[in-house]
């Protein structure tokens, strides 16, 4: 599998299998612990267990034993699906959905005394129903804070003919809990500013700068998009007052997780999920990829933003400079760095006529090629894959951010290039992840390319970037 082109070397993944969701991220003692939706049975969703991971500095990862196991006619026999992980006063607790066919979604608990490396699952479930009186579509996925003397844990729901929601719930111990209401419902026939689906998974609900975000995985029978509300919270309900997309790589952002860390700050992963047909998942052996580490920050425009934690840097290999310099229309210029693993970043300024776009991992005859692409007139940073590979079962729908530049600011981007995944940073404010699967042998080239008016490139820095194996 090593020698598979479209698997990434920087980027966590486990060494085969299915991967979805990360989950449990906590910071224990100096140790960092990442656990995911895990099939050990193969490359496709089903019978899910937790895997487990750790690390010292976010960056590098070393696998570590299964953690959560479906337990043979418990509330979970056909699943342990997403949670999170708690500091339960000394103790490391997880608290989970167990999942029972044909669509049982019961919040379980499981405790580990050996530092996190083995658990023992409760076999009763922590909450045995939902809350009466609600039509829900599911009671799945958990976030866990404490506040005034008690726990609270918000569960991910959507409420038919309404749209998604979370409810809460508060606790003395983690094991009883009483629900105490929604803390927010969405209106699924609401556009603007943006749909937010009949089904809100995964949430999670932290103070940023003085403000409450809340982010939610959105879905309808599929995966869309995350979202990040940003509003007051009081008296057990949530009133947002922005709400946008967290990533613009639409569903290969998706069910995100956080959490602080000693030093401060808020570190997120979330899911890549694959872009190609499930026959070719399956052959490859492998399905699924967890972002760099990001820290969780405020842009200037009110926005919530992930960004690559700077422990990234040290993966930065062989650099390659380029001074200012014009492009001209109609030339394609090439930058002199080639290959798949890669980190990027140049600023440059957008021409007031026209487009402009960056070729990336493009075949000489730029017949191959991601190509992110800005419009000043619209204000629009689209990543457009359809010509990103030569062969044809992939998705090929492009990824549009609203980026607005201030007078005189120039487009200043960060890409990183792993394989098959891309993640793209736009002025430290918008962000888009996504998945392109070049076959070419030759597709391992950069090119800067202007529409109608000239373009000035003001910086470009490339990296090639090491593996974390
Ligand atoms: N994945 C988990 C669920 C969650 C979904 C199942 C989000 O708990 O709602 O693998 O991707």
Redesign the pocket.
């Known amino acids: 599998m090593t020698a598979d082109p479209q698997r990434p070397r920087y980027h966590f993944l486990p060494p085969a299998n299915w991967m ?2 990360p989950n449990g991220l906590i910071q224990w003692g100096d140790t960092f612990h990442l656990f995911y ?1 895990y099939n050990p049975a193969g490359a496709y ?1 089903r019978q ?1 267990h937790w895997g487990h991971a750790t690390s010292h500095d976010l960056v590098h990862w070393q696998h570590q034993p299964l953690a959560l196991t479906p337990t043979p006619g418990g509330a979970d026999a056909d ?1 342990c ?2 949670g999170c992980a708690i500091d339960d006063h000394g103790t490391p607790t997880l608290i989970y ?1 167990g ?1 029972r066919l044909p669509d049982e979604q019961k919040p379980c608990l499981a405790v580990s005394y050996d530092g996190l490396q083995t658990w023992q699952q409760w076999s009763t479930p922590i909450i045995s129903t939902p809350p009466p009186n609600l039509d829900l579509l599911g009671f ?2 958990h976030t866990v804070w404490y506040e005034h003397g008690l726990w609270h844990m918000l569960i ?1 729901s959507g409420i038919r003919g309404q749209g998604g929601a979370v409810l809460l719930y508060r606790s003395p111990d983690l094991r009883h809990w009483e629900y105490g209401g929604p803390l927010l419902i969405g209106d699924a026939t609401q556009f603007h500013p943006i749909w937010t689906g009949l089904f809100w ?2 949430p999670d609900f932290f103070m940023l700068s003085n403000q409450q975000v809340l982010i939610c ?1 959105v ?1 309808d029978q599929r ?1 869309y998009y995350t979202i990040a509300m940003i509003g007051h919270y009081h008296n057990g309900c949530f009133t947002p007052h922005t709400t946008h997309k967290l990533d613009y790589g639409d569903a290969h952002f ?2 995100p997780q956080t959490m602080q860390i000693r030093d401060g700050r808020r570190i997120m992963f979330g ?1 890549i999920m694959e872009g190609r047909r499930e026959e070719a998942v399956l052959e490859a052996g492998w399905a699924g990829v967890m972002t760099l580490p990001r820290e969780v920050r405020f842009t200037n425009d009110g926005h919530v933003v992930t960004l690559p934690v700077s422990e990234i840097q040290q993966l930065r290999q062989r650099e390659v400079q380029v001074p200012p310099h014009r492009v001209m229309p109609n030339e394609l210029q090439w930058m002199p760095v080639q290959g798949t693993q890669l980190e990027i970043e140049l600023t440059l300024h957008p021409p007031q006529r026209g487009t402009c776009s960056i070729l990336l991992r493009a075949n000489p005859d730029g017949s191959e090629a991601t190509v992110l692409r800005y419009d000043r007139q619209t204000a629009t940073l689209t990543l457009d894959r359809r010509r990103s590979s030569l062969i044809g079962d992939v998705w090929r729908d492009a990824h549009h951010a609203p980026l607005t530049l201030n007078k005189d600011e120039p487009l200043a981007l960060h890409i990183f290039l792993d394989a098959s995944v891309i993640e793209v940073f736009a002025n430290n404010r918008r962000s888009i992840t996504s998945r392109i699967y070049p076959v070419h042998p030759d597709s391992l080239g950069i090119a800067i390319a202007t529409e109608t008016d000239p373009l000035d490139v003001l910086s470009f820095r490339a990296w090639q970037m090491a593996s974390i194996w």
Request: proline residues 5%; contains cysteine; glycine residues 10%.
């Open positions: 979805n969701d939706q969703h899910i699943g699906w997403s959905t999942f799945r996925d991910g998974e995964c995985s879905w995966p998706y069910a899911w």
